[in-house]
T-cell receptor, first 111, second 114 residues
């Protein structure tokens, strides 16, 4: 079982819709959860982080964490073509100081 | 501040050659990481360091070596390059062990082994 799993996509949504990106992780001791956005040919950039169960909102982005189900998600409201990118889920903690990334989900927002 | 600086940005190697990817950060971060990213894939952790003199293996350490003699520098050494090491390499740093978790990434080094 992979440590961090994401659907590779592509996930295609129309402009203005809600995009929902999902991630599961295997280490129950994981403490911190992150979403990074990566445009083609660029390095990743942090969008959101979440530590506690529940929702965390920042502008058009909402991160959701359910530690019992080992599940973290990212919702993007009012999706824009500029949101088209690969979204990487990353999980930190457990027994090590490693930050482990999933394979990423490619999001395509159609104008 | 320059942030995280990686050199070179592009390199072509022949099979069996060796090289070092350089990484320097000027943010006084304790934690530094090397990742590789294959086309259409996520980031795989190669090695990481929690401070000067301390390094540890990540998910895919075979064929690589690192050192951390100073807080600022974290070079990645490729010995006996193989086509499987063709990838984009990212160096990243962060200040503390948990915190916001924000990794500061370099721009990447694209390596091709022929």
């Amino acid at each position: 079982q992979k440590e961090v799993e994401q659907n590779s996509g592509p996930l295609s949504v129309p402009e203005g819709a809600i995009a929902s990106l999902n991630c599961t992780y295997s280490d129950r001791g994981s403490q911190s959860f992150f979403w990074y956005r990566q445009y083609s040919g660029k390095s990743p950039e942090l969008i959101m982080f979440i530590y506690s169960n529940g929702d965390k909102e920042d502008g058009r982005f909402t991160a959701q964490l359910n530690k019992a189900s080992q599940y973290v998600s990212l919702l993007i409201r009012d999706s824009q073509p500029s949101d088209s990118a690969t979204y990487l889920c990353a999980v930190y903690g457990g027994a090590t100081n490693k930050l482990i990334f999933g394979t990423g989900t490619l999001l395509a927002v159609q104008p | 501040n320059a942030g995280v600086t990686q050199t070179p940005k592009f390199r072509i190697l022949k099979i069996g050659q060796s090289m070092t990817l350089q990484c320097t950060q000027d943010m006084n971060h304790n934690y530094m990481y090397w990742y590789r990213q294959d086309p259409g894939m996520g980031l795989k952790l190669i090695y990481y360091s929690v401070g000067a003199g301390i390094t540890d293996k990540g998910e895919v350490p075979n064929g690589y070596n690192v050192s951390r003699s100073t807080t600022e520098d974290f070079p990645l050494r490729l010995e006996l390059a193989a086509p499987s090491q063709t990838s984009v390499y990212f160096c990243a740093s962060r200040f503390d062990s948990i915190g916001t978790g924000e990794l500061f990434f370099g721009e990447g080094s694209r390596l091709t082994v022929l």
